[in-house]
């Protein structure tokens, strides 16, 4: 039962235009959100975070969108660039019982940014 | 500052055999976390440590065993090794209670 789910698994793009990447959650008790970039061979990397009490959060190029009512979040990507190519997942992130917070990882979304 | 570090980058395992999977990390986190990552899917969390002494089990914890005697230290320990476990590893750490860093993985085949 997955309770974060990119249903893309691969986008391509050409340089210069919109990436939107999509992700939709199940369980209501996440609270915070994360998208990571993951290149080949590394470690993913933290690239943009929301609270579930905002509906938008922007850094430079990226901007993610949340829509509680529709538990659906979505990662745009403007100007495109072919550095952006990489695998994109999508994080939930719910409290453990220890104490601390969990993060629950949707599949993943390759995205292809066309030169 | 070398962030999270892991070793060994990989590594071949015969069925049965047991390993240590090493993770430090230099930012002084009290939070850290292991993940595997299976072919076209995403991360899932085997242990995970709020701080030093303190571990609990993730989703898919068996198999597996963790310890947390120092802030920068987090091993994992694989016993008796099953073709199960073939996956990339992943440790990460964490200052707070949402954003991880991690390091680059280890790629372990058991065969």
């Known amino acids: 039962d997955q309770q974060v789910k990119q249903n893309s698994p691969s986008l391509s793009v050409q340089e210069g235009r919109i990436s939107i990447l999509n992700c939709d959650y199940t369980n209501s008790m996440f609270d915070y959100f994360l998208w990571y970039k993951k290149y080949p061979a590394e470690g993913p990397t933290f690239l943009i975070s929301?609270?579930?009490?905002?509906d938008k959060n922007e850094d430079g190029r990226f901007t993610v969108f949340l829509n509680k009512s529709a538990k659906h979040l979505s990662l745009h990507i403007v100007p495109s660039q072919p550095g952006d190519s990489a695998v994109y997942f999508c994080a939930a992130s719910a409290r453990s019982g220890a104490g601390s917070y969990q993060l629950t990882f949707g599949k993943g979304t390759k995205l292809s940014v066309i030169p | 500052n070398a962030g999270v570090t892991q070793t060994p980058k990989f590594r071949i395992l015969k069925i049965g055999q047991s390993m240590t999977l090493q993770c430090t990390q230099d930012m002084n986190h009290n939070y850290m976390y292991w993940y595997r990552q299976d072919p076209g899917m995403g991360l899932k969390l085997i242990y995970y440590?709020?701080?030093?002494?303190?571990?609990d089990k993730g989703e898919v914890p068996n198999g597996y065993n963790v310890s947390r005697s120092t802030t920068e230290d987090f091993p994992l320990r694989l016993e008796l090794a099953a073709p199960s476990q073939t996956s990339v590893y992943f440790c990460?750490?964490?200052?707070?209670?949402?954003?991880?860093?991690f390091g680059p993985g280890t790629r372990l085949t058991v065969t």
């Open positions: 990460a750490s964490s200052p707070s209670l949402y954003e991880q860093y």
């Open positions: 440590s709020v701080g030093a002494g303190i571990t």
């Open positions: 929301i609270s579930s009490i905002k």
